[in-house]
């Protein structure tokens, strides 16, 4: 059965960093585990994916301040939060779904995610 639990948000002041963690039960040795986050009123907005082998994806908008990573059996992923602002105050949450075959990545695209954790909040403060 597939779980995830996001953990580590909170409240930072601008310039702040945080390491957010998504651990992730269930899978095989085929999955994408991508980090999202929601704003009051506002879409959900895709950040960044990995797959277990390492293969990373990046929104445009985080490149440079936001960096996924994997512990060594891809059970945990993390999200490093650089150089907060206001605006990046969010719900932030991670999800899961299989790499098909022929992907060769995986995307953010929220839609294609069929499995979500609770989400920890980041509140980041002027």
């Known amino acids: 059965q597939v779980n995830l639990v996001e953990s580590g948000g909170g409240s930072v002041q601008s310039g702040g960093s945080l390491r957010l963690s998504c651990e992730a039960s269930?899978?095989?040795?085929?999955?994408?585990i991508g980090w999202f986050r929601q704003a009051p009123g506002k879409e959900r907005e895709g950040l960044a994916a990995?797959?277990?082998?390492?293969?990373?994806t990046y929104a445009d908008s985080v490149k440079g301040r936001f960096t996924i990573s994997q512990d060594n059996g891809g059970n945990t992923v993390f999200l490093e939060v650089h150089s907060l602002t206001p605006e990046d105050t969010a719900m932030y949450y991670c999800?899961?779904?299989?790499?098909?075959?022929?992907?060769?990545?995986?995307?953010?695209?929220?839609?294609?995610?069929?499995?979500w954790g609770q989400g920890t909040q980041v509140t980041v403060s002027s």
């Open positions: 990995i797959s277990l082998g390492g293969l990373t």
């Open positions: 999800a899961g779904r299989a790499l098909l075959p022929r992907e060769t990545g995986c995307s953010i695209v929220s839609g294609q995610y069929r499995r």
């Open positions: 269930g899978y095989n040795n085929r999955r994408c």
